[in-house]
């Protein structure tokens, strides 16, 4: 979808409870993709790596997919209050968001069959203690992850973050950049993006996205060092998300 989106907000009237609310409320057909591509990339990863969540929201569902592949997990928000929602899930606090429809679906991804509320309890108990740091970030920074150097870490993930932070294709572009740079060399890189979205809607707010395609996916991702055939790119049709500003997605998985 690139049509004109509606006025857009800066970040500061973002509300983490509608984001919540909007898109995880149940596993939607953009999520069902990335979730099953998630598990595939990470098929192959040594136990003992080290994981970036970078630009994570107020969000655990992709972490619930990594913790069975690495150590240690750091998530990193620019917002606070973001990193907040998942402290509270971490602690157990009432009102905490409920993820466990997610869980379910990450075992079921990995090709788990007549899984049990055990089962899930289980995946996310293991997503708790892999969840060893919550930090602040700021992909407009060379070096974004202040409490962590760059080449830091074995596996990076972010998904729906740098395009979704800017109507600017070139802005994106340098956020991708450094996001990047947080990955030791030959690690894993997995990030997805909305497709040919100008805007995408949070209650009743619309907040600006890059408008880019797998084309621009694949440019940055040789810009940043990772050679074509290092790359996997895959285009998922999401048509129920139009409402929300976008009917496709990008999914890239490279080192």
Known sequence: MDREPPPLSDFDDWVTSDYLTDYYASIEGDEQHTLQFLVDAFQ????????????????????LALSGYVREIHAADFLSHNLDAIRRWQRREAGAHDWRVFARQVLACEGRTQITERD?????DLTRRRIARLLACDAGHHAPVPDAPPASYDVVVSCYCAESATASRQTWARYVRNITCMLKPGGLLVMAALRRCRGYRVGSRWFPCANVDEHDV??????CGFGRRR???????????RHRGYASIVLAAAR
């Open 120 to 124: 899930v309890q289980a995946r996310e």
């Open 231 to 241: 790359v996997q790119l895959r285009v998922a049709a999401v048509p129920g998300q």
């Open 218 to 223: 694949a440019a940055v991702m040789a810009r």
């Open 44 to 63: 192959g990863l040594a136990p003992d790596g080290t994981a970036l969540a970078f630009g994570v929201g107020p969000t655990v569902h992709h972490m």
